[in-house]
C-alpha cells in the first residue's frame, strides 16, 4: 500500500513566524504536490516537484516555497505566515512512470495563523 | 473559464435512487479521468478513473466519459447515506498532474 505521511496533523502557528510542513512518500514517486484546500474553492496546487531539486509553481505560490532534497520528502515552507494561509495543507505523489495514475493523498495539515 | 467546472451542490438524492454528478473540462488535450470522494475532514480517495469514450462500470459506480463535448460524469447507484461526501472530478495533465475542479457535494437522505 502506498503511504503518504505528513509531519503534523494540526498546527498553530503566530504571523510572521516561519512554518515547515514536511510529507514522506514510500512509493519511490517522482512527482509530489502540495495543495492546499479551502470551503468552497476546492484544491488549489500550491507548488509540485517531478524530480529531485525540481520544482513548479502551481496556481497559487505567493508566500510559499518548497524544497526536495530527496526523492520521498517534499516540504512546504511558509517563509512568514500570514492568517490567510489559515487552510487544510494537502500533499499527494505520484508517478510519472505508468499513466493513467492515480495521486495518493496524505491525512492533511490543518494549519492555523494567529 | 475555469479548467474543470463542477455543480458545488448540495445535490440531494433519496437512499436508493441514482446520484448523477457531472463534470465539464477545457483542456481538449486530457485523455484521463478521475474521480475522488471527499469525506469532511479527509484526505480524496479515489474512486475510478476514465481514459476511453464511454462507460466504466466499478460496482454500483459508472464514469462516462464523452470528449468530442469534454463532458465526463459519475453515476452513483442505489444511493446511500454513506456516500454522502464531495466528488472531485480531475482530468490529467502534463507530469501526471492532476487538475482538481471545485467538487459537488451529495447530501444522501433516508
Known amino acids: 500500500d502506498v503511504k503518504v505521511t505528513q509531519s503534523s496533523r494540526y498546527l498553530v502557528k503566530r504571523t510572521g513566524e516561519k512554518v515547515f510542513l514536511e510529507c514522506v512518500q514510500d512509493?519511490?514517486?517522482?512527482?509530489m504536490f502540495w495543495y492546499r484546500q479551502d470551503p468552497g474553492l476546492g484544491l488549489r496546487l500550491i507548488y509540485f516537484?517531478?524530480?529531485?531539486?525540481?520544482?513548479e509553481k502551481g496556481d497559487i505560490p505567493e508566500g510559499y516555497s518548497v524544497s526536495r532534497e530527496k526523492k520521498e520528502r517534499f516540504s512546504l515552507i511558509l517563509e512568514s505566515a500570514s492568517t490567510n494561509q489559515t487552510s487544510m495543507y494537502l500533499c499527494?505523489?505520484?508517478?510519472?512512470?505508468?499513466?493513467?495514475?492515480?495521486?495518493?493523498f496524505g491525512p492533511g495539515t490543518r494549519l492555523t495563523v494567529l | 473559464q475555469k479548467e474543470v467546472e463542477q455543480n458545488s451542490g448540495p445535490l440531494s438524492v433519496p437512499e436508493g435512487a441514482i446520484a448523477s454528478l457531472n463534470c465539464t473540462y477545457s483542456?481538449?488535450?486530457?485523455?484521463?479521468f478521475f474521480w475522488y470522494r471527499q469525506y469532511s475532514g479527509k484526505s480524496p480517495e479515489l474512486i475510478m478513473f476514465?481514459?476511453?469514450?464511454g462507460d466504466k462500470e466499478d460496482g454500483r459506480f459508472t464514469a462516462q466519459l464523452n470528449k468530442a463535448s469534454q463532458y465526463v460524469s459519475l453515476l452513483i447507484r442505489d444511493s446511500q447515506p454513506s456516500d454522502s461526501a464531495t466528488y472531485l472530478c480531475?482530468?490529467?495533465?502534463?507530469?501526471?498532474?492532476?487538475?482538481f475542479g471545485a467538487g459537488t457535494r451529495l447530501a444522501v437522505h433516508p
Open positions: 499527494a505523489s505520484n508517478t510519472r512512470q505508468v499513466p493513467p495514475d492515480t495521486q495518493y
Open positions: 512509493m519511490d514517486h517522482e512527482n
Open positions: 516537484s517531478y524530480d529531485v531539486k525540481m520544482k
Open positions: 483542456d481538449r488535450g486530457s485523455q484521463s
Open positions: 476514465i481514459y476511453s469514450n
Open positions: 480531475a482530468p490529467r495533465g502534463g507530469y501526471n498532474k492532476l487538475i
